[in-house]
């Protein structure tokens, strides 16, 4: 049974700091990774998606990156703003039926201003 | 302009009750979801379905089940509420579902309150 985990779980930093954020999966026979991210009463909007056969994916400030051999995935932001505070949740979809996805505790970043 | 939208936005209700909460795509999606979120913040899977299957998780109480009345609806009915169903539920969407590597979109959730 697929299990994802998220390390921090919390992270506060200062505004313009470059952060990293973990994941890491125990099955390494997956579709895709996505990066999501969750304000406050919201619901979930999809920041990056990772083929399994691709290494990273960039999106403006975002990096992300997956290593599935080691069941790995970070997410990279560059100058880190007010406005990236949020819980950034990491989903990945096994190789089997429906699309599924299995998500992480996600980490609750902070930036501060 | 709305993507995926869901009704009522807060629930609560007395255990035992039989609630709906409804989900609407206009993304044009073949593909949806519900997810329950619990007090922890770790979202699971409840169900996927499009017009060919429904598939389940293993953990879910038949307590709950899906029922899709058209392709851009996928309305989540629970009967007799217990307290542990108390949770925010997502929807979500995609263009495809097994097979394909689409991104889901969620709706803003519903907060099910179980008194």
């Known amino acids: 049974k697929q299990e994802v985990t998220q390390i921090p779980a919390a992270l506060s930093v200062p505004e313009g700091e470059n952060l990293v954020l973990n994941c890491s999966f125990t099955?390494?026979?997956?579709?895709?990774l996505q990066w999501f991210r969750q304000d406050p009463g919201k619901g979930l909007t999809s920041l990056l998606l990772?083929?399994?056969?691709?290494r990273e994916q960039t999106s403006g400030r975002l990096n992300a990156s997956l290593d599935k051999s080691s069941g790995r995935s970070t997410l990279y932001i560059a100058a880190s703003q007010p406005g990236d505070s949020a819980t950034y949740l990491c989903?990945?979809?096994?190789?089997?039926?429906?699309?599924?996805?299995?998500f992480g505790g996600g980490t609750r970043l902070m930036v501060k201003p | 302009d709305t993507a995926v939208s869901q009704t009522p936005k807060y629930l609560v209700t007395q255990m035992g009750n039989d609630k709906s909460i409804k989900c609407e795509q206009n993304?044009?999606?073949?593909?949806m979801y519900w997810y329950k979120q619990d007090s922890k913040k770790f979202l699971k899977i409840m169900f996927s379905?499009?017009?060919?299957?429904?598939?389940i998780n293993e953990t879910v109480p038949n307590r709950f089940s899906p029922k899709s009345p058209d392709k851009a609806h996928l309305n989540l009915h629970i009967n007799s509420l217990e307290l542990g169903d108390s949770a925010v539920y997502f929807c979500?969407?995609?263009?495809?579902?097994?097979?394909?590597?689409?991104?889901?979109?969620f709706g803003p959730g519903t907060r099910l309150t179980v008194l």
């Open positions: 979500a969407s995609s263009r495809h579902g097994s097979g394909f590597a689409d991104t889901q979109y």
């Open positions: 099955d390494s026979a997956i579709y895709n």
């Open positions: 990772i083929q399994s056969s691709q």
């Open positions: 989903a990945v979809r096994d190789n089997n039926a429906g699309n599924m996805l299995t």
């Open positions: 993304l044009g999606h073949d593909t």
């Open positions: 379905y499009n017009n060919k299957e429904l598939i």
